[in-house]
């Protein structure tokens, strides 16, 4: 089974991810980050992916270090099920209509990580959340689980559908990047036999 579980704790922030790829969808999600909360649940949904998250914060200074923290873990956690990423399908995209919204998302399951991020919000806040964190996010996230993420929101006016046409982005293509292709289940997709280090 590919599933992957990490601890993370520091002097900010403790959070206990698990991740099973090959899951159904189900979540148990607790940041202390409500609107946190709903896209990582959005993300379990959306990827298949079961996803535990439980992290305890310093949510009294602001809410940068759960979130980062949290994209780190769940990276992580990912990256380990994934080991050696044999037999994965390694590309996956999606475009993803949310309402007035449209945003497009690309990603290589390449073990080189890089965030092209091209989305802008007309707000500061989305509740209680600052909009640039989810930057910050996407930006630990890929760099943890190793994946070269493209994220361009073509365009949208209500920040909520914006932030979430993203996270549904991802879940797709994350699901169609991790399938197991049947016709090279068991090579590495490169021409190098390894994913990582250098072009």
């Known amino acids: ?3 992957g579980s990490v601890e993370r704790r520091t002097k900010e922030t403790e959070v206990r991810v698990v991740v099973d790829l090959d899951g159904t969808g189900t979540y148990k999600v607790a940041t202390g980050i409500g609107f946190l909360d709903h896209m990582l649940e ?3 949904r ?3 992916m079961d996803i535990e998250v439980q992290a305890k914060g310093d949510l009294h200074i602001d809410f940068h270090h ?4 949290t994209g780190i873990a769940l990276g992580e956690a990912v990256s380990k099920a994934l080991g050696d990423r044999k037999g994965i399908v390694r590309y996956g995209s999606a475009i993803i209509p949310m309402d007035e919204t449209c945003t497009r998302v690309s990603l290589d399951a390449s073990n080189r990580p890089y965030l092209i991020w091209k989305v802008a919000f007309s707000k500061p806040k989305l509740g209680d959340m600052d909009t640039e964190l989810f930057k910050e996010w996407f930006q630990a996230f ?3 689980a190793g994946l070269t993420l493209h994220v361009e929101n073509l ?3 209500n920040n909520h559908h914006i ?12 699901r169609q990047a991790f399938e197991i292709d049947p016709r090279q ?6 021409t190098k036999g390894v994913l990582g280090g250098s072009l």
């Open 66 to 69: 759960t979130t980062e923290d």
């Open 155 to 157: 365009y949208g006016e």
């Open 1 to 3: 089974m590919r599933r």
């Open 185 to 190: 289940s068991n090579q590495v997709p490169s």
């Open 142 to 144: 890929a760099q943890a």
């Open 42 to 44: 959005q993300l379990s």
């Open 163 to 174: 932030v979430e046409s993203c996270f549904k982005g991802l879940a797709r293509s994350l």
């Open 46 to 48: 959306h990827s298949l």
